[in-house]
């Protein structure tokens, strides 16, 4: 089993660093096999960004960039206007949106989920330099989306990453991406 | 020899990181002396882990910032000379600007660790990887291994210290891993024991040493009377690397149960095509295979780790089979016949009464990805080859033409 993940974000928000953590998460839940790894061009705070992590049960041999991901998660819904992102999704793939936007409501293929990152990152005070950051919310939003990795185990990176106060609000609002994460409307 | 215990699973920490930080907690492991080297991406993160370590007391190495890689490069030359295990870390312009010390380094038998981070050289000025960098400097004298996975960086790191410094090779040791696409890919590493680490090393005992109260000379002038004999040694030197390599790779095995080779097989029992790499296309390829063999297609791979001293002997042994070889490397030697990885594989083969067909593409330019349909679309070419019985020299693929 392989699974390759490709996220789509701007240049600040934390979209490498949601690729690493995932996969950390994912040897931690037991995969034999995890690979994270930015798109690095030249890259700068707003640009849109890309990163991609690769999930196994063995050792992953393949080297290169993911053109055909399972699954796509986009932490800007602004992008999804400039970018296709849903290039190269394979046919039963899951498209995971930062939106308080219902599902419906996007022009997207695939089986989509959404939840407001934005909303929660605000109410947690997740921010750098004043602006919302929603990587950790994304996470817990994958979790509950894809069921590849557990929310504990989630939690447990973000707190590893960033220890305290920080870590703990993080970790409450991946909690609440989780739990709010859906693919209904 | 020293003695090697299997180290205890619950001993061993699993860490996810990059090919960088994997190489820098290598090095931090290894207790190294002394430390000098300038930034320069994709290898930064090495150095920049390793202030970190420093800062927090976390080992007594002497971190010297220098002002130039050709500096870098001279310190380390000045402090392995002294007796001290020394390490550095650069990339593409970064090792182009210590090229004249790279022969001194080499020449002077001083066992020095250089990671690097593969990447294209300018112009037009590219972060990315290739091998131009290191390819350029495969005659300086260094051992050259390059590595497909931080795992195996990590492993090499540490066995390259081993092997540099030993008495039968003392010689300097680059230690390769692809810019961004290794060097940026958070992986799981399993860690060792600093204790294990140390003990499988031990403290690096110098054949001969600068001592004040024993001055030596060491590189001094040698004319038309002495340095070819000084070039007769360091190549008898390269020569006894494959053993000495043998024997760490062994103890290390006893101690990790992982061993990699000088060159890694998959699948080659009766390939009549062989895909040739190294690095992280050599993952590639074996994705490639695994596909290719469900499909019915008797392909395999070798994936080279050691460059230098060029295994030619023992891949003469498993490539003679083959009815083709695919080469497939990232660089361009501009008005050679064909390119470096190509041409030790051609010299290896050519002794055969009955050969494969050898074909070689460069791929990878400047960092363009190599998807695995880079790969089928050199084995395809192959295989016509093959039917029409002749092949060109060498091919790009991966580029609008």
């Known amino acids: 089993m392989l699974v390759e993940i490709r996220w789509h974000g701007r240049g600040g928000q934390g979209g490498v660093t949601s690729a690493e953590l995932l996969a950390k998460a994912a040897y931690l839940d037991g995969y034999k096999g995890v690979q994270a790894f930015p798109f690095f061009g030249a890259e700068r705070r707003g640009a849109p960004v890309k990163a991609f992590t690769r999930i196994s049960d063995r050792e992953i041999n393949v080297r290169c960039q993911i053109y055909e991901p399972d699954i796509v998660a986009v932490l800007d819904p602004d992008i999804i206007d400039l970018i296709d992102v849903c290039e190269g999704l394979k046919d039963d793939g899951i498209v995971i949106v930062n939106t308080p936007k219902a599902p419906s409501e996007l022009d997207l293929r695939g089986h989509v989920y959404t939840f407001d990152g934005t909303g929660i990152a605000l109410r947690h005070g997740l921010l750098v330099a004043g602006l919302p950051v929603v990587n950790t919310t994304m996470l817990g939003a994958f979790a509950r989306a894809t069921g590849l990795v557990k929310l504990e185990t989630v939690q447990r990176v973000i707190m590893e990453k960033w220890p305290g106060k920080v870590g703990e609000r993080n970790a409450e609002g991946a909690k609440e991406a989780y739990d709010s994460c859906t693919d209904q409307g | ?401």
């Not at chain 2, 870390?89 to 020449?107: D, P, V």
């Not at chain 2, 360091?234 to 149960?257: I, N, Y």
Request: hydrophobic content about 45%; proline content about 5%; overall charge negative.
């Open chain 2, 1 to 401: 020899m020293t003695v090697v215990e299997r180290v205890p699973t619950d001993k061993v920490v699993v860490e996810g990181m990059t090919g960088d930080a994997a190489i820098a907690h290598a090095l931090k492991q290894c207790d190294i002396d002394v430390l000098a080297a300038y930034p320069i991406t994709p290898q930064t993160i090495i150095v920049e882990d390793f202030q970190k370590f420093v800062a927090n007391g976390e080992v007594k190495t002497r971190v010297i910032p220098v002002e130039s890689e050709h500096s870098a490069m001279s310190a380390c030359v000045g402090a392995s000379a002294v007796g001290a295990r020394v390490a550095t870390a650069t990339a593409s312009a970064g090792l182009a600007l210590m090229w004249e010390i790279l022969y001194c380094a080499a020449s002077m038998r001083m066992p020095i660790v250089l990671a690097v981070a593969n990447r294209a050289l300018s112009a037009p000025i590219n972060i990315h990887n290739d091998w131009s960098d290191s390819y350029g400097a495969r005659d300086s004298g260094f051992i050259q291994i390059y590595c497909q996975s931080c795992q195996e960086a990590y492993d090499t790191v540490i066995m390259a210290f081993k092997i540099a410094e030993d008495h039968d090779v003392l010689l300097p040791v680059m230690v390769c891993i692809d810019g961004f696409i290794l060097s940026h890919n958070v992986e799981r590493v399993e860690m060792l024991p600093t204790e294990a680490v140390q003990q499988f090393l031990g403290v690096r005992k110098p054949a001969i040493a600068l001592d004040p109260d024993n001055p030596v000379t060491m590189g001094p002038l040698a004319l038309t009377d002495y340095y070819f004999e000084f070039k007769e040694q360091q190549d008898r030197a390269m020569a006894r690397v494959p053993e000495v390599f043998e024997r760490v790779e062994s103890e290390f095995e006893k101690m990790t149960g992982r061993r990699y080779g000088r060159f890694e097989t998959y699948r080659v029992e009766d390939a009549d095509i062989i895909i040739f790499t190294h690095s992280t296309p050599g993952g590639t390829a074996k994705a490639v295979v695994d596909a290719l063999r469900e499909r019915g297609e008797k392909v395999g791979v070798v994936r080279l780790r050691m460059f230098r001293p060029f295994p030619a002997e023992a891949l003469r042994e498993v490539l003679r089979n083959a009815k083709a070889v695919a080469v497939f490397e990232k660089c361009r030697s501009f008005g050679a016949p064909s390119n470096p990885l190509a041409l030790e594989v051609r010299t290896a083969l050519y002794d055969l009464d009955e050969r494969p067909l050898v074909t070689d593409f460069v791929i990878g330019l400047g960092g363009r990805d190599v998807p695995p349909s880079t790969i089928v679309e050199g084995v395809e070419k192959t295989k016509e080859y093959l039917k029409a019985g002749r092949a060109p020299l060498y091919e790009t693929l991966g580029v609008r033409k």
